[in-house]
């Protein structure tokens, strides 16, 4: 049964208050500060699900205030995110940078920018994450509030803040992101014929027979390919490092050694070919420390490039919808595709490097081999095909 709040005793002047506010469905406390030069009332308030929440945010704000800290009368949000965005980003990713600029000068600015940072009050930022909500998914808009957020910490840690407000509120849902698609079956064989010959057909095949994520795929090099293993080992790629920070794959259990099927063995063979001899009409040296997926410079292919070839792909492949795909639904599909085909679940997790087992965390851990196999050889009875490897033919660019 709903706690329907009951009516209390009104606050005496000067006191804080604490009331329910129906239409937000959550309690409001408000702290009287008296009038501004306006002559408008001068109450900031903060928002919880409970009495007690708000009581211990009350209590907070209180201790903020009697500080003495104080906002510069003229400093806005959007040099407070500005700042941040200049100064509190060292080190960091120059993608991550671009999303988090993009993200502010989207959805931040344009809304409170404005807007005096020291008359932020936690009803605007309620109102303003209600109505992002409707137009961002939930996680990008807990970026959103993310960025904001630590756009006023850092201006409290320089004095141009007093209290941090995006503190004192809650991060609605948001809409429901866009959901992942996996090729059928029929699909993936029209991709996998599409291109032959060049390297964006070699990167789609080893993506879908193989299952490698694509911030793993663009710095791979020769050295980490190993098609040609002495004993008995099967052909396999190590994917042990991503374009991540440091180099470092996703998570601890996604360095692994992945058998590669018979098609993507033959497509990867006829890539290195036409790799070899690209570098020797260069006149350079060649050596297996060279990406695999390079640039005509041969340096490391952006996800912006990969993605217009890889739809490119697509159109040769009588995609209607391509720009409704991307690179990473090669993975999913890769996923979707072993599912069909009878692999267990268990088994598709340690292949594509996902929460396993024990033993899988201390395979992983430890980075040794033995090669996982199942994926590949699933793959070879899937797709039995030789993928059109061919010996030679274009370095198509788009």
């Known amino acids: 049964m709903t706690d329907v709040p009951s009516r209390s005793r009104r606050a005496g002047r000067g006191d804080d208050s604490i009331y329910w506010d129906k239409s937000k469905n959550r309690y409001i406390g408000a702290v009287s500060l008296g009038y501004t030069p306006s002559g408008k009332r001068n109450r900031?308030?903060?928002?919880?699900?409970?009495?007690?929440?708000?009581?211990?945010?009350?209590?907070?704000?209180?201790?903020?205030?009697?500080?003495?800290?104080?906002?510069?009368?003229?400093?806005?949000?959007?040099?407070a995110v500005t700042d941040w965005l200049a100064q509190g980003l060292k080190g960091r990713e120059v993608a991550s940078v671009d999303t988090y600029k993009s993200l502010a000068e989207n959805h931040i600015i344009p809304q409170l920018g404005k807007g005096k940072l020291r008359e932020l009050e936690a009803d605007a930022l309620d109102e303003w994450l209600d109505a992002e909500a409707k137009v961002l998914a939930?996680?990008?808009?807990?970026?959103?509030?993310?960025?904001?957020?630590?756009?006023?910490?850092?201006?409290?840690?320089?004095?141009?803040?007093?209290?941090?407000?995006?503190?004192l509120v809650d991060v609605p849902e948001g809409k429901a992101g866009r959901p992942s698609k996996s090729l059928s079956l029929e699909q993936a064989e029209a991709v996998l014929r599409?291109?032959?010959?060049?390297?964006?057909?070699?990167?789609?095949?080893?993506?879908?027979?193989?299952?490698?994520?694509?911030e793993e795929t663009r710095p791979l090099t020769w050295s980490h390919v190993h098609l040609t293993p002495p004993g008995m080992e099967k052909p396999h790629v190590d994917v042990w490092r991503s374009v991540r920070r440091h180099g470092d794959t996703k998570t601890r259990k996604s360095r692994r050694s992945l058998a590669m099927p018979r098609q993507t063995v033959a497509v990867m063979k006829a890539h290195k070919q036409r790799e070899q001899a690209a570098c020797l009409?260069?006149?350079?040296?060649?050596?297996?420390?060279?990406?695999?997926?390079?640039?005509?410079?041969?340096?490391?292919?952006?996800?912006?490039?990969?993605?217009?070839?890889?739809?490119?792909?697509?159109?040769?492949?009588?995609?209607?919808?391509?720009?409704?795909?991307?690179?990473?639904?090669?993975?999913?599909?890769?996923?979707?595709?072993?599912?069909?085909?009878?692999?267990?679940?268990?088994?598709?997790?340690?292949?594509?490097?996902?929460?396993?087992?024990?033993?899988?965390?201390?395979v992983y851990r430890k980075q040794l081999r033995p090669v996982i196999t199942e994926g590949a050889e699933a793959m070879d009875d899937i797709f039995p095909g030789d993928g059109g490897a061919v010996e030679d033919g274009p370095r198509d660019e788009v």
Not at 53 to 62: A, F, N, P
Not at 150 to 167: K, V
């Open 44 to 79: 900031p308030t903060v928002s919880g699900k409970t009495k007690a929440e708000v009581r211990q945010k009350l209590r907070d704000l209180r201790k903020e205030l009697a500080s003495g800290a104080k906002t510069p009368a003229n400093y806005t949000v959007s040099q």
């Open 138 to 167: 939930t996680q990008s808009l807990k970026m959103v509030y993310s960025i904001l957020r630590r756009s006023i910490s850092h201006s409290q840690r320089r004095g141009r803040a007093f209290r941090n407000i995006a503190e």
């Open 194 to 214: 599409s291109k032959t010959g060049t390297w964006i057909h070699a990167y789609v095949v080893l993506a879908l027979l193989v299952g490698v994520r694509p």
């Open 281 to 362: 009409a260069d006149g350079k040296e060649w050596t297996d420390e060279r990406l695999v997926f390079p640039t005509e410079a041969g340096e490391l292919r952006s996800a912006l490039n990969v993605r217009r070839n890889f739809r490119a792909l697509l159109k040769e492949a009588g995609f209607e919808d391509p720009e409704e795909w991307t690179p990473r639904e090669l993975r999913t599909s890769f996923v979707s595709v072993l599912s069909d085909h009878g692999i267990p679940i268990e088994v598709i997790s340690r292949v594509v490097g996902h929460n396993g087992s024990a033993t899988t965390e201390k």
